[in-house]
């Protein structure tokens, strides 16, 4: 083998979420003199998306196996770049920025408008007569309430880390995170923006990854608490729509209860198949190192409860408070908008399915979830909403959780740029 060769293979880029092909040359003659890496893939392919192998994880730091810290490395530099030249006059890489945001809000705001022309009846410019406007500013205030609390929960832990900053920098953290989802696939999220310019402002990639962490289990606590809560108070399973569904499970019950227990079965199999590999050495495969991960991030929960348990109580109260306020207004716009066209609704009702709604934009790959968001919420809504009010409520819904914040975002992201660079200059 020469050492000229090149290597095509698969490389996993972890922000992006998408697999791109790459050449890339052997450093040295000893590198070549091992082996074909291709006869290596296990342990190659394994490191290239981070994942470490099981033979090797005691070995090796955590800053080495980590796959946050490449990422945020890179989004660091790269603000760190885009933040210099801005000071010296280059506004390029913030007009990308803003052009690519312009045009997602045109493309989407125009699709919004064709398709509330196509659904909404016309009899429902008559019902504009009963508008109330001060429930659309209710929905309006309700939009920018999670701007506000999580800067605010954003500060509660950095200076818990011995950080103090101020809210006007950590605000400018929330909105970048914010923009930074809208152009990304939802389930991808903004977090490693967030993480970049925490480092930026001199965390360590620990405790930016810890952050994240927290603000995960945070919003994961308090759905484990209200999502049934919320399906006790509006009992749900009154609904026509639901009935039928228990109506068909019960009637193929028995093939429900034979797929779990062959799903109990088969991970039964596995574990003690996993263990017997294990025992005997062999390399990992991906089913091994994906349970490996599960475990990780068990671990990585397990010890922020211990943290907060020893030393940060209070500040966990009060986190979950700002949690429980952002969450219950972004999940009660759609009430408000509906209040103001003198809709009768159930808030709680509608909390819980925009909850489904919302989770249901994950699974969608376009970036800020466009066009499957108001798919999405055409499908969970169909029964709820009167169907003359279900195209224009379904625009309304879009623009204010997502579009308006993007032209607020881009707006006051570029207020706070130009005024930095006075202040330099």
């Given at each position: 083998?020469?050492?000229?060769?090149?290597?095509?293979?698969?490389?996993?880029?972890?922000?992006?979420?998408?697999?791109?092909?790459?050449?890339?040359?052997?450093?040295?003659?000893?590198?070549?003199?091992?082996?074909?890496?291709?006869?290596q893939?296990?342990?190659f392919?394994?490191?290239?998306?981070?994942?470490?192998?099981?033979?090797?994880?005691?070995?090796?730091?955590?800053r080495?196996?980590?796959?946050?810290?490449?990422?945020?490395?890179?989004?660091?530099?790269?603000?760190?770049?885009?933040?210099?030249?801005?000071?010296?006059?280059?506004?390029?890489?913030?007009?990308?920025?803003?052009?690519?945001?312009?045009?997602?809000?045109?493309?989407?705001?125009?699709?919004?408008?064709?398709?509330?022309?196509?659904?909404?009846?016309?009899?429902?410019?008559?019902?504009?007569?009963?508008?109330?406007?001060?429930?659309?500013g209710?929905?309006?205030?309700?939009?920018?309430?999670?701007?506000?609390?999580?800067?605010?929960?954003?500060?509660?832990?950095?200076?818990?880390l011995?950080?103090?900053?101020?809210?006007?920098?950590?605000?400018?953290?929330?909105?970048?995170?914010?923009?930074?989802?809208?152009?990304?696939?939802?389930?991808?999220?903004?977090?490693?923006?967030?993480?970049?310019?925490?480092?930026?402002?001199?965390?360590?990639?620990?405790?930016?990854a810890?952050l994240?962490?927290l603000?995960?289990?945070?919003?994961?606590?308090?759905?484990?608490f209200?999502?049934?809560?919320?399906?006790?108070?509006?009992?749900?399973?009154?609904?026509?729509?639901?009935?039928?569904?228990?109506?068909?499970?019960?009637?193929?019950?028995?093939?429900?209860?034979?797929?779990?227990?062959?799903?109990?079965?088969?991970?039964?199999?596995?574990?003690?198949?996993?263990?017997?590999?294990?025992?005997?050495?062999?390399?990992?495969?991906?089913g091994?190192?994906?349970?490996?991960?599960?475990?990780?991030?068990?671990?990585?929960?397990?010890?922020?409860?211990?943290?907060?348990?020893?030393?940060?109580?209070?500040?966990?109260?009060?986190?979950?408070?700002?949690?429980?306020?952002?969450?219950?207004?972004?999940?009660?716009?759609?009430?408000?908008?509906?209040?103001?066209?003198?809709?009768?609704?159930?808030?709680?009702?509608?909390?819980?399915?925009?909850?489904?709604?919302?989770?249901?934009?994950?699974?969608?790959?376009?970036?800020?979830?466009?066009?499957?968001?108001?798919?999405?919420?055409?499908?969970?809504?169909?029964?709820?909403?009167?169907?003359?009010m279900?195209?224009?409520?379904?625009?309304?819904?879009?623009?204010?959780?997502?579009?308006?914040?993007?032209?607020?975002?881009?707006v006051?992201?570029?207020?706070?740029?130009?005024?930095?660079?006075?202040?330099?200059?």
């Amino acid at each position: 083998m020469r050492r000229s060769t090149r290597f095509v293979c698969w490389m996993y880029h972890p922000l992006l979420g998408m697999k791109f092909w790459r050449n890339q040359k052997p450093r040295s003659e000893s590198s070549v003199k091992r082996s074909n890496w291709a006869s290596q893939n296990s342990l190659f392919f394994q490191r290239l998306i981070f994942i470490k192998p099981r033979s090797e994880a005691l070995g090796r730091t955590k800053r080495e196996r980590d796959p946050f810290i490449p990422t945020v490395k890179i989004m660091k530099k790269w603000l760190s770049s885009t933040v210099s030249s801005i000071k010296l006059g280059d506004y390029s890489e913030l007009k990308r920025l803003v052009h690519i945001a312009i045009f997602f809000i045109l493309v989407g705001v125009l699709g919004n408008i064709i398709f509330s022309l196509l659904t909404t009846d016309r009899t429902v410019v008559e019902s504009l007569r009963e508008f109330k406007p001060h429930f659309l500013g209710l929905a309006l205030v309700f939009a920018q309430v999670p701007w506000i609390t999580n800067t605010i929960r954003v500060m509660i832990w950095t200076r818990f880390l011995g950080h103090s900053f101020s809210f006007i920098e950590i605000l400018k953290i929330t909105i970048s995170t914010e923009l930074g989802s809208a152009l990304s696939p939802t389930a991808i999220g903004g977090g490693y923006i967030k993480a970049g310019m925490l480092m930026q402002k001199g965390l360590s990639a620990g405790q930016a990854a810890s952050l994240l962490t927290l603000g995960s289990v945070e919003n994961g606590l308090f759905f484990a608490f209200a999502l049934p809560l919320s399906i006790f108070l509006s009992k749900c399973w009154n609904m026509p729509i639901l009935q039928h569904v228990l109506h068909k499970l019960e009637q193929n019950l028995v093939t429900v209860a034979g797929v779990v227990l062959l799903l109990f079965i088969l991970i039964k199999v596995y574990r003690l198949w996993r263990r017997r590999r294990s025992s005997e050495g062999e390399k990992s495969t991906f089913g091994v190192r994906l349970w490996a991960k599960i475990e990780e991030s068990i671990r990585d929960f397990a010890n922020v409860y211990k943290l907060i348990s020893k030393t940060g109580k209070t500040r966990f109260a009060a986190s979950m408070l700002l949690t429980s306020i952002q969450w219950s207004c972004r999940y009660s716009i759609l009430t408000a908008m509906l209040l103001s066209f003198g809709i009768k609704v159930d808030p709680i009702l509608f909390f819980l399915f925009q909850w489904v709604t919302f989770t249901l934009m994950t699974f969608i790959p376009t970036p800020g979830a466009a066009a499957g968001a108001e798919a999405s919420f055409y499908l969970v809504y169909t029964t709820l909403i009167p169907k003359e009010m279900l195209g224009l409520m379904t625009a309304g819904w879009r623009f204010l959780t997502f579009y308006f914040n993007i032209i607020l975002g881009v707006v006051v992201i570029s207020a706070f740029l130009f005024a930095d660079v006075r202040k330099s200059n």
